[in-house]
Nanobody, 126 residues
Framework: QLQLVESGGGLVQPGGSLRLSCAAS????????IGWFRQAPGKEREGIAC????????NYADSVKGRFTISRDNAKNTVYLQMNSLKPEDTGVYYC???????????????????WGQGTQVTVSS
């Protein structure tokens, strides 16, 4: 039973921070690349931050570079997304996803990911 469960979302004021977690069960996370994706109202789902199987390679959307950090703790079978300096445009449903195979030049394409969590809502508003 392969499952990904996101947590840590909520309402935060602009400039604030949130730390999202993605806990895996039914499989060992170190066998997969992991991505965080965001779907804002009326927008297509987009890759936000993705990390390779080994953690040696990452890719960030231009809009979040320098503000968001993806990391993985294989011992805890968990992936994190640290989000700082949040902006209203960061609002959306955040999903984590796992991929068996990723290419280093193609880490953050939704189509490449087979397993998806249910998502967690992040709302940035004053």
């Amino acid at each position: 039973q392969l499952q990904l469960v996101e947590s840590g979302g909520g309402l935060v004021q602009p400039g604030g921070s949130l730390r999202l977690s993605c806990a895996a069960s039914g499989f060992t996370l170190d066998s997969y690349g992991i991505g965080w994706f965001r779907q804002a109202p009326g927008k297509e789902r987009e890759g936000i931050a993705c990390i390779s199987h080994s953690g040696g390679s990452t890719n960030y959307a231009d809009s979040v570079k320098g503000r968001f950090t993806i990391s993985r703790d294989n011992a805890k079978n968990t992936v994190y997304l640290q989000m700082n300096s949040l902006k209203p445009e960061d609002t959306g449903v955040y999903y984590c996803a796992a991929a068996k195979v990723l290419l280093l030049f193609r880490l953050c394409v939704p189509h490449d990911y087979e397993y998806w969590g249910q998502g967690t809502q992040v709302t940035v508003s004053s």
